[in-house]
Nanobody, 118 residues
Framework: QVQLVESGGGLVQPGGSLRLSCAAS????????MSWYRQALGKERELVAG????????NYADSVKGRFTISRDIAKSTVYLQMNSLKPEDTAVYYC???????????WGQGTQVTVSS
């Protein structure tokens, strides 16, 4: 069955770094665009970063540009989110999403908590 399993979240001090991973299985990873979303307590889920199926193009929310980097390893069926210079406002549950828009197919992971606090 389809699985997206996020890992790498945790507690980090402001200015620190984390790398999130999302391991995919049960579908053809290379055919799906991948993205990271986040949802802070009491707020709506928002797009953080996205990457096309072949990894040729990426896009970022303005709030994370220059600090976060999304990448994917087709051989490992894994997408990553490198997060640097973390701020308290980055605190949220981070979700991985696989999308094949042509067929209106979306898969979501279960989320991983990121807390930025001193």
């Amino acid at each position: 069955q389809v699985q997206l399993v996020e890992s790498g979240g945790g507690l980090v001090q402001p200015g620190g770094s984390l790398r999130l991973s999302c391991a995919a299985s049960g579908f053809t990873f290379s055919s799906y665009a991948m993205s990271w979303y986040r949802q802070a307590l009491g707020k709506e889920r928002e797009l953080v970063a996205g990457i096309t199926s072949a990894g040729a193009r990426t896009n970022y929310a303005d709030s994370v540009k220059g600090r976060f980097t999304i990448s994917r390893d087709i051989a490992k069926s894994t997408v990553y989110l490198q997060m640097n210079s973390l701020k308290p406002e980055d605190t949220a549950v981070y979700y991985c999403k696989a999308e094949r828009s042509r067929y209106a197919i979306n898969y979501w992971g279960q989320g991983t908590q990121v807390t930025v606090s001193s």
